[in-house]
């Protein structure tokens, strides 16, 4: 070691310095267990981390042929082929250890002189692995923490770190800071109705009612009443008090319309003079009722193809569309799809009483995934994993079955299809029906529970049941 700090590096002959006992000194330095074989596989060295990880001393080895230590060894192969070996998880028999093996053939002269052999106990490499994923997840609560610093209280059960997201949030939180009527576009499963409940909870208006109404849930000839309220003998079956409507219940607060592309267009006229004057009657009444309510609308449905198609008013788009928020949907912004997934793996857990831990493995199987069913089907998604989980770790195992089936498609297969049945749309009804008609069958025909399995809203459900001629029980 003295000769080393004589001499730049440029200058100093490597051999001259490499004699016996330096080498020996290097190689009983290695963390990793080594073994060194000659040409007919007689063990010539094995370094004192060999003690450590297989706890066998060097004279019981040492001087002894590797088949009859271990015949199982993937040295013989290298011995055999003269091609290195890496990165090869074996067994050790005798020990019942398991191991990942490195081994490299040496030459002299273009001639075979033996083996070197590097393994380590697959243990080490899973405790290693296990701290690589904690520090993962200490990672990702860091980065949740620090958001936490930054976005208002009302919006941080709102989960994203993406770009696009991140505009849609900030834009989101100017809403909430005036009365302005808002539009929130995007598909089913984005949070639509969860960010209408932030911008509410953040504006001036969050001591006063946030009420809410699914226009694609409730029958029309339900609708009206529902909305404006009826005066007592309204019509047959109408309570004797009368009933006040979601405005009179909203007044002073927020009235969020939810699916409002369902909404028929006869309501939907009788719905912009409301917003136009401020002032309706109910049903049956002819008392005018004045109303303060900011309105909330979303909507998972083009509504410019259907003022298109004259299915949905354009006065009345003009407005609503005052302030437009575009949910984005879980496929445009996959990065955070880990953070979204730790955030329900705790959720769960917590409510079942459970330990569970997410692999890399299930992660990359997450991200491989479209999810057409958005944030709200990759919750369900992890509820059903922590549900089947019992084990320590969370695989792929315990994902839904439907949930693998999407993923499990042959590319192959499908390039030995004949052209004509390779017609995109008509591959995603086939899968749709067949997911439709399963979750059906998988919770006894009960449609509530269907539309939570596949994470799709009624009017959704309801359109497909009858798009496919679906059969269901009454």
């Not at 004192?48 to 993937?74: C, F, H, M, W």
């Not at 770190?161 to 834009?171: E, I, Q, T």
């Not at 909404?263 to 005018?288: A, D, P």
């Amino acid at each position: 070691m003295e000769k080393l700090q004589k001499f730049p590096a440029s200058q100093i002959e490597w051999m001259d310095l490499c004699d016996e006992s330096f080498l020996v000194m290097v190689l009983e330095s290695m963390y990793d267990a080594l073994v060194v074989v000659d040409n007919i596989g007689q063990i010539v060295y094995v370094n004192p981390a060999y003690t450590r990880e297989l706890n066998v001393q060097p004279e019981k080895v040492v001087g002894r042929k590797i088949q009859d230590v271990a015949p199982e060894s993937i040295i013989l192969k290298v011995l055999e082929t003269g091609q290195p070996e890496i990165g090869v998880q074996s067994r050790i028999i005798k020990l019942g250890i398991d191991v990942i093996v490195n081994s490299t053939p040496v030459f002299k002269d273009g001639i075979l002189s033996g083996v070197v052999s590097v393994f380590r106990d697959v243990t080490t490499v899973r405790k290693l692995s296990e701290q690589l994923e904690i520090m993962k997840d200490y990672q990702d609560y860091l980065r949740e923490q620090l958001l936490k610093k930054v976005i208002p209280e009302e919006f941080k059960g709102i989960i994203g770190n993406s770009a696009k997201f991140r505009n849609m949030l900030a834009r989101a939180m100017t809403a909430s800071r005036s009365d302005i009527t808002v539009l929130i576009q995007g598909e089913t499963g984005t949070g639509k109705e969860l960010l209408a409940h932030a911008i509410h909870n953040a504006s001036r208006r969050k001591q006063q009612p946030f009420i809410e109404i699914n226009c694609a849930a409730i029958p029309e000839n339900l609708l009206e009443s529902e909305l404006f309220g009826y005066e007592r003998g309204a019509f047959t079956g109408a309570r004797q008090t009368g009933k006040p409507g979601k405005f009179e219940l909203a007044d002073k607060g927020t009235l969020f319309l939810d699916e409002i592309g369902d909404m028929s267009l006869t309501l939907q006229s009788k719905l912009l003079r409301i917003i136009q004057g401020q002032r309706f009657e109910r049903i049956g009444g002819t008392r005018s009722i004045l109303t303060d309510v900011r309105i909330i609308a979303a909507t998972n449905r083009k509504l410019e193809s259907m003022i298109q198609e004259n299915s949905f008013r354009k006065d009345l788009f003009y407005r609503l569309n005052v302030f437009t928020l575009d949910t984005i949907p879980l496929r445009d912004r996959k990065d955070d799809i880990p953070i979204l997934s730790f955030h329900f793996l705790k959720h769960f857990c917590d409510r079942e009483n459970r330990k569970c831990r997410l692999s890399q493995s299930v992660i990359n199987t997450l991200l491989k995934y479209d999810w057409p069913g958005n944030v709200r089907e990759l919750m369900n998604v992890m509820e059903a994993a922590v549900v089947s989980c019992n084990s320590r770790y969370i695989e792929k195992r315990h994902l839904p079955a439907y949930f693998l089936a999407a993923l499990s498609s042959d590319p192959k297969e499908i390039a030995d299809e004949p052209s004509n049945s390779l017609h995109l749309e008509s591959k995603i009804s086939e899968i749709e029906k067949e997911y439709i008609s399963r979750a059906l069958k998988e919770t006894s025909q009960n449609k509530s529970k269907a539309m939570k399995m596949l994470g799709i809203s009624r009017s959704a459900f309801y359109d497909k049941i009858k798009k496919y001629n679906i059969p269901t029980t009454a």
